[in-house]
């Protein structure tokens, strides 16, 4: 009988930490956030990664992952996935020495992707935020910010360039741009979880 209640406590303990809240927390978020259907590449911000995509990380693996991750590059976009689910937790593309060129078309293809920003900062800054509904709209996300209640993004997609991304004119030097896509609740969760 002693035995019994060893396994039973065992089992218990088990079932216990693997519906912990944070892990059904994130796994609820992360649902939520794959519905919006935040893509590049056929990479889903919160989804799981399909057979072909585990394939492509193993073969493209990179040695530099926050705790409970794993980063790997499929052509130029890197991905961070969560170690224990195989969920993307952030997509994103980076170039140090892009030329102006380059940066309209990283620019032309995020706006065809997800349209019009929610908001554009400084000329350098592009942020598209994505609320339970889908994308937040520039003008409800003014409309919000003045009424004091600003709407609680659950995923963004920022484009940060060094030089003015819709200047005509100017310099004509390489510059550096990125963008991201992430879900700062997600990691904020699965960084609590894995420290």
Partial sequence: MKIVSIILAAIILLFSHACS????????????????????????LGKALSDKQKKTAQRNALDEAS???????????????????DRVL???????????????????????????????????????????????????????????????????????SSQKIMDKGGSLEKGSVYYIISSEPILKIHQEKNS
């Fill in 67 to 85: 705790p409970g991750t794993y980063k790997f590059k499929d052509n130029d976009l890197y991905v961070v996935a969560d170690r224990a689910s």
């Fill in 90 to 160: 952030v997509i994103y593309e980076r170039y140090e020495q892009a030329s102006r060129q380059k940066i309209r078309e990283l620019v032309g293809a995020l706006f065809f992707d997800f349209g019009d920003p929610t908001i554009m900062a400084h000329d350098k800054i592009i942020y598209w935020a994505f609320d339970e509904k889908g994308k937040i709209s520039e003008e409800d996300y003014r409309k919000a910010k003045k009424e004091g209640q600003p709407r609680k993004a659950i995923a963004i997609v920022k484009l940060d």
């Fill in 21 to 44: 809240p944070q892990v059904d927390e994130i796994a609820d978020l992360s649902e939520r956030v794959a519905k919006l259907n935040i893509h590049r590449n056929d990479y889903i």
